[in-house]
């Protein structure tokens, strides 16, 4: 089996995170798609952040439409923040096939940041996905990318190519890593929260059942108007 590993903070999951993800379990093609939401993310810092099994059951509930989509719990089940590498070395004894970590540009850009990043590369193979903002040439400052390799990034930036594979000639045992330029989504988690605050419209932003979960559970309360009384 191929089986692509979708992590993140999920705060909460949208549509985007689904798109994104039958994108590539269709192009590449993955068998399964599993999204593992985190415990304590050590590298975000949110006063809003709801506990790690709110975020679990919001992922469950988005991904029932879809049979080759699971949910694993073995970050939101584990005390301590929730570093990738530790994740990987617990999950791929239990994994009867290849992975591939699924991660955006813009988080791959802090990779020399993670908790033991060259290890990390050798555990499994890597697909970076576009993202906003970030084109992939801005790569070029990562030591681990071959200066040679700039000018074929900047090839999926222009649409050029749609996938660029490599494998880091600096670290021994690396596996592969595609970069993979999906298509353009611009919603984001602090978009959704943001409108869930205001009271404005998630109509297309979340699969219903998150929705009613959210709203059932008070979870991204709304912002008080200016001169409403508090209710006691």
Same mark, same amino acid.
């Given at each position: #089996? ?23 379990q269709?192009? =590449? ?12 993310? !050590? ?14 059951? #919001? ?5 029932? !439409? ?17 570093? %990738?590498?530790?994740t ?5 004894p ?31 193979? =890597? ?13 070029r400052?990562? +030591?681990l ?24 000639? %600096?670290?021994?045992?690396a596996?592969?890593?595609? =970069?993979?330029?999906?298509?353009p989504?611009? #919603? %984001? ?5 943001k ?7 998630l109509?297309?932003f979340? +699969? ?6 959210i #709203? ?5 309360a ?11």
């Amino acid at each position: #089996m191929r089986i692509g590993l979708l992590g993140g903070t999920f705060n909460p999951i949208h549509n985007c995170h689904l798109q994104i993800a039958l994108e590539i379990q269709e192009r =590449f093609p993955l068998d399964q798609v599993l999204f593992i939401p985190s415990g304590i993310p !050590p590298h975000k810092v949110e006063a809003d952040i709801p506990s790690g099994a709110h975020r679990l059951e #919001m992922t469950r509930l988005a991904v029932v !439409p879809y049979p080759r989509f699971k949910v694993s719990d073995i970050e939101v089940g584990r005390s301590g923040p929730s570093y %990738s590498v530790d994740t990987l070395r617990a999950l791929l004894p239990k994994l009867e096939g290849e992975a591939f970590f699924i991660l955006g540009v813009d988080a791959f850009l802090e990779i020399e940041t993670w908790k033991e990043p060259e290890h990390l590369l050798t555990l499994c193979h =890597f697909i970076v996905v576009s993202r906003p903002e970030h084109p992939f040439s801005s790569l070029r400052q990562i +030591p681990l990318i071959d200066p040679d390799d700039t000018t074929l990034l900047k090839k999926i930036d222009a649409g050029e190519i749609d996938r660029l594979t490599l494998i880091p000639s %600096s670290i021994p045992g690396a596996k592969s890593l595609t =970069f993979f330029k999906v298509h353009p989504c611009l #919603m %984001s988690a602090t978009n959704v929260r943001k409108r869930l605050r205001e009271g404005t419209s998630l109509k297309n932003f979340l +699969p219903e059942a998150v929705r009613s979960y959210i #709203m059932k559970n008070n979870l991204y309360a709304r912002e008080k108007k200016r001169g409403e009384t508090p209710k006691r």
